[in-house]
């Protein structure tokens, strides 16, 4: 049966300027138009028995797209240009019934990018590149009364000329009502050579926090894109239906869809069924073509671009590094008579410096995010390989999904699929992993533990063909121990206001537990100096002024690479704050003892000085102190989330040790100890306290390990013991007496 979809048809506005008047137009015909749907379920008014004590059940959803093209003149600089007009269209529209205060919360506002548009002109002609948002909203009476929410209320959280952010509040909202509302999206550009795969991708899980009763997918994209799918663990395949207008329609529609049980270490999309499509427009001067082969799989597409890649051999002056290592070893004779993992740890260094130790004025534009820069695997790969190759090392390319999204048989885009380096030529293997910038020599980041590689082994064939061959291989494990935070802290009741806390604490983390703190802590410029020391390489001063991008602004871009004391400060305390969920009270002393940039010390450490409120309570002539909160905040398990079918995904095996010297204040004896002392172990780990008095000094040592980065959930209660161990440990207090 043919059908057409419901989807809105938009006029773009005809100007650069906003115009609050043409945006209301299409505003009233979009919503016009969303509330005539007459699709049943969306008339829907009561929820299942079953259902009843659900925190919000959705009756409907309904996510609709168009995507449609047309190909436009444009006169430039020289002749006449051609472009594509891309027009896409989407509407996200719900029904639920909201159950109880935690579901109204959730469903109170709405945010969302109103505009943005980032349109150019050349000459007399303009480059479209337009997104614009339209939200709509009635609350329907448990009496069947509907009231609609007048959308002029927005408020603006961003107004800055054409990019504006709205936040729109539901008044009237209450338990019992049902709020229907839809999020509808236009989106027009011309910059067509930016279109891909991995920008138009759309993922629909069909799980969801709260059931779903109907539930409906519909895309109608012109036969012009090359268009992807892809049903993954389980999820039905969507449905093509005969082509109508020249454009190719797929659809689903599902019924009593189930709420997942919780999100609490899980991987979603190892876990759970979902959809993923996506679509481009492939052009040649005006004209499309598919260059997919249809009888491939995404994943044997995604291997051979990237063979094809290789063998293009675009990456020219790979044989820099390998200059530089001749210079650090006296020649090519010294660096022959060095071992291998030796070489191949300057190697990397030298890799280390050459990506993260150059800025540019896009850097210099955003300079709080420099640590948290991340390499292009997939070209790194290329480069180190051709490389390697260059100098007779053996080694492998391994092709690897983070364990956090999808496996590498379900790979969508090329951004699904990570690049490492496996060198064989050493006592063991050694891995190149072009990650964030403090991963070390020879560390596999945790999310790409454990996971079964594609193992793609070079063979080159002349000076520029290769050929590869596959085998598959499981990437190594870390252990608890190589995981740590362990945490020293001395505290006292401060001064003449007992009930404030003086702590001076230490920090020390290690492997995969230190990179959150190095990216957040340390002064870009610390980097950069271990990196740049490291390989003997060109002081960042140097750098910068030879760089055309940066010498302008080299005084500015080094100013800020140092980091300055009011955003050190500033860091240091948003770190105490984010352990403690407080803000601190005149933090001190706060320094960084240990960078752990490198391997050879491969501990992040620093400390600090703060004072806490809201830890000690007075109780008459004494003093009740949650002494157990001074090792921080720990998780707990909520009702909901104790029955699990899906296994679990943790971070990584870790382990935390807290050591906490509570100075007793003179005059003063303390009361249940005794309770501190505590022991849960079993196979999935351990958590541990103790305390003893030592003269007027009450130690607290408290341990807590997880042995596994994965485990099964048949071993789900056994987690929760420990979670639940350091979770009622958390509840500990000490009694501060007076004497006599």
């Given at each position: 049966?043919?059908?057409?979809?419901?989807?809105?048809?938009?006029?773009?506005?005809?100007?650069?300027?906003?115009?609050?008047?043409?945006?209301?137009?299409?505003?009233?015909?979009?919503?016009?138009?969303?509330?005539?749907?007459?699709?049943?379920?969306?008339?829907?008014?009561?929820?299942?028995?079953?259902?009843?004590?659900?925190?919000?059940?959705?009756?409907?959803?309904?996510?609709?797209?168009?995507?449609?093209?047309?190909?436009?003149?444009?006169?430039?600089?020289?002749?006449?240009?051609?472009?594509?007009?891309?027009?896409?269209?989407?509407?996200?529209?719900?029904?639920?019934?909201?159950?109880?205060?935690?579901?109204?919360?959730?469903?109170?506002?709405?945010?969302?990018?109103?505009?943005?548009?980032?349109?150019?002109?050349?000459?007399?002609?303009?480059?479209?590149?337009?997104?614009?948002?339209?939200?709509?909203?009635?609350?329907?009476?448990?009496?069947?009364?509907?009231?609609?929410?007048?959308?002029?209320?927005?408020?603006?959280?961003?107004?800055?000329?054409?990019?504006?952010?709205?936040?729109?509040?539901?008044?009237?909202?209450?338990?019992?009502?049902?709020?229907?509302?839809?999020?509808?999206?236009?989106?027009?550009?011309?910059?067509?050579?930016?279109?891909?795969?991995?920008?138009?991708?759309?993922?629909?899980?069909?799980?969801?926090?709260?059931?779903?009763?109907?539930?409906?997918?519909?895309?109608?994209?012109?036969?012009?894109?090359?268009?992807?799918?892809?049903?993954?663990?389980?999820?039905p395949d969507l449905v093509e239906e005969e082509p109508t207008n020249d454009d190719r329609i797929f659809s689903l529609r599902l019924k009593n869809l189930a709420k997942y049980e919780g999100t609490i270490w899980s991987s979603l999309y190892r876990q759970y069924p979902y959809i993923e499509i996506s679509n481009v427009y492939s052009s040649s001067y005006g004209s499309f073509s598919r260059h997919r082969d249809e009888t491939s799989s995404r994943l044997e597409g995604l291997k051979e671009s990237f063979e094809k890649l290789f063998n293009e051999q675009l990456f020219t002056g790979f044989d820099a590094p390998e200059k530089k290592l001749k210079e650090l070893f006296n020649g090519r004779k010294g660096l022959k008579n060095e071992p291998v993992d030796t070489v191949m740890k300057t190697l990397y260094d030298i890799w280390k410096y050459n990506t993260f130790c150059s800025y540019n004025g896009v850097d210099a534009d955003d300079l709080n995010t420099l640590n948290y820069r991340t390499a292009n695997s997939k070209v790194n790969a290329i480069y180190m390989s051709l490389l390697l190759t260059s100098?007779?090392?053996?080694?492998?390319?391994?092709?690897?999904?983070?364990?956090?999204?999808?496996?590498?048989?379900?790979?969508?885009?090329?951004?699904?699929?990570?690049?490492?380096?496996?060198?064989?030529?050493?006592?063991?293997?050694?891995?190149?992993?072009?990650?964030?910038?403090?991963?070390?020599?020879?560390?596999?980041?945790?999310?790409?533990?454990?996971?079964?590689?594609?193992?793609?082994?070079?063979?080159?064939?002349?000076?520029?063909?290769?050929?590869?061959?596959?085998?598959?291989?499981?990437?190594?494990?870390?252990?608890?121990?190589?995981?740590?935070?362990?945490?020293?802290?001395?505290?006292?009741?401060?001064?003449?206001?007992?009930?404030?806390?003086?702590?001076?604490?230490?920090?020390?983390?290690?492997?995969?537990?230190?990179?959150?703190?190095?990216?957040?802590?340390?002064?870009?410029?610390?980097?950069?100096?271990?990196?740049?020391?490291?390989?003997?390489?060109?002081?960042?001063?140097?750098?910068?002024?030879?760089?055309?991008?940066?010498?302008?602004?080299?005084?500015?871009?080094?100013?800020?690479?140092?980091?300055?004391?009011?955003?050190?400060?500033?860091?240091?305390?948003?770190?105490?704050?984010?352990?403690?969920?407080?803000?601190?009270?005149?933090?001190?002393?706060?320094?960084?003892?240990?960078?752990?940039?490198?391997?050879?010390?491969?501990?992040?450490?620093?400390?600090?000085?703060?004072?806490?409120?809201?830890?000690?309570?007075?109780?008459?002539?004494?003093?009740?102190?949650?002494?157990?909160?001074?090792?921080?905040?720990?998780?707990?398990?909520?009702?909901?989330?104790?029955?699990?079918?899906?296994?679990?995904?943790?971070?990584?095996?870790?382990?935390?040790?807290?050591?906490?010297?509570?100075?007793?204040?003179?005059?003063?004896?303390?009361?249940?100890?005794?309770?501190?002392?505590?022991?849960?172990?079993?196979?999935?780990?351990?958590?541990?306290?103790?305390?003893?008095?030592?003269?007027?000094?009450?130690?607290?040592?408290?341990?807590?390990?997880?042995?596994?980065?994965?485990?099964?959930?048949?071993?789900?209660?056994?987690?929760?013991?420990?979670?639940?161990?350091?979770?009622?440990?958390?509840?500990?207090?000490?009694?501060?007496?007076?004497?006599?």
């Amino acid at each position: 049966m043919k059908r057409t979809l419901f989807i809105l048809i938009l006029t773009a506005t005809s100007s650069f300027a906003f115009s609050q008047a043409s945006y209301n137009d299409q505003a009233a015909e979009i919503q016009k138009s969303v509330w005539a749907d007459n699709a049943p379920e969306f008339s829907l008014k009561d929820v299942p028995a079953k259902y009843a004590n659900e925190s919000a059940v959705i009756l409907a959803r309904s996510y609709k797209v168009q995507r449609s093209s047309a190909t436009k003149f444009k006169f430039a600089l020289i002749g006449v240009g051609v472009t594509q007009r891309l027009t896409t269209i989407s509407t996200l529209h719900e029904r639920v019934k909201i159950n109880d205060k935690s579901a109204l919360d959730a469903f109170s506002t709405i945010e969302y990018q109103k505009t943005l548009d980032n349109s150019s002109r050349m000459l007399t002609a303009k480059v479209w590149d337009i997104h614009e948002t339209f939200v709509g909203a009635k609350i329907v009476k448990p009496d069947g009364k509907e009231t609609i929410i007048n959308t002029g209320e927005e408020v603006l959280l961003k107004d800055a000329g054409n990019d504006k952010r709205g936040k729109l509040a539901i008044p009237g909202l209450q338990v019992g009502d049902i709020l229907d509302y839809y999020i509808s999206a236009n989106d027009l550009t011309e910059k067509a050579a930016q279109d891909s795969y991995k920008k138009n991708d759309a993922v629909f899980l069909l799980v969801n926090e709260y059931p779903i009763l109907n539930y409906s997918l519909d895309f109608q994209l012109s036969k012009k894109l090359d268009i992807q799918n892809l049903s993954a663990n389980g999820a039905p395949d969507l449905v093509e239906e005969e082509p109508t207008n020249d454009d190719r329609i797929f659809s689903l529609r599902l019924k009593n869809l189930a709420k997942y049980e919780g999100t609490i270490w899980s991987s979603l999309y190892r876990q759970y069924p979902y959809i993923e499509i996506s679509n481009v427009y492939s052009s040649s001067y005006g004209s499309f073509s598919r260059h997919r082969d249809e009888t491939s799989s995404r994943l044997e597409g995604l291997k051979e671009s990237f063979e094809k890649l290789f063998n293009e051999q675009l990456f020219t002056g790979f044989d820099a590094p390998e200059k530089k290592l001749k210079e650090l070893f006296n020649g090519r004779k010294g660096l022959k008579n060095e071992p291998v993992d030796t070489v191949m740890k300057t190697l990397y260094d030298i890799w280390k410096y050459n990506t993260f130790c150059s800025y540019n004025g896009v850097d210099a534009d955003d300079l709080n995010t420099l640590n948290y820069r991340t390499a292009n695997s997939k070209v790194n790969a290329i480069y180190m390989s051709l490389l390697l190759t260059s100098m007779k090392i053996d080694h492998d390319i391994l092709l690897v999904s983070s364990r956090n999204t999808s496996t590498v048989q379900n790979a969508f885009n090329a951004e699904d699929i990570e690049f490492i380096i496996r060198i064989n030529g050493g006592t063991n293997p050694i891995y190149f992993c072009f990650n964030d910038e403090v991963t070390h020599f020879n560390e596999i980041p945790a999310e790409f533990q454990g996971e079964t590689a594609i193992v793609l082994m070079p063979n080159r064939q002349n000076s520029v063909k290769y050929t590869f061959t596959e085998a598959t291989a499981e990437l190594p494990v870390t252990e608890s121990s190589e995981n740590t935070v362990e945490e020293k802290l001395n505290v006292s009741l401060a001064g003449e206001n007992m009930q404030r806390l003086k702590v001076d604490r230490q920090v020390k983390q290690t492997g995969n537990m230190r990179h959150e703190g190095q990216k957040f802590l340390l002064p870009p410029a610390d980097i950069d100096k271990a990196y740049t020391d490291g390989i003997k390489g060109e002081e960042v001063e140097k750098r910068l002024n030879k760089n055309s991008g940066t010498k302008k602004m080299a005084d500015a871009i080094l100013a800020s690479l140092a980091k300055s004391d009011v955003q050190t400060k500033k860091d240091f305390t948003q770190e105490v704050k984010d352990k403690y969920e407080q803000e601190p009270q005149l933090i001190s002393n706060y320094k960084i003892t240990g960078t752990g940039l490198d391997d050879s010390a491969p501990a992040f450490e620093y400390s600090s000085s703060f004072v806490l409120d809201n830890m000690v309570k007075k109780a008459g002539n004494n003093y009740i102190v949650d002494a157990a909160k001074l090792a921080g905040v720990f998780l707990k398990i909520e009702d909901k989330d104790r029955k699990r079918t899906t296994d679990v995904y943790m971070p990584c095996a870790r382990s935390f040790s807290y050591n906490i010297n509570i100075n007793i204040p003179k005059g003063y004896n303390v009361k249940g100890i005794e309770d501190f002392n505590r022991q849960k172990t079993n196979k999935t780990g351990s958590f541990t306290s103790k305390a003893i008095l030592n003269g007027s000094v009450l130690n607290i040592t408290v341990t807590r390990i997880y042995n596994n980065a994965f485990e099964k959930a048949a071993d789900w209660h056994l987690v929760t013991d420990i979670i639940d161990a350091a979770s009622n440990f958390s509840s500990q207090k000490i009694l501060l007496e007076k004497a006599g």
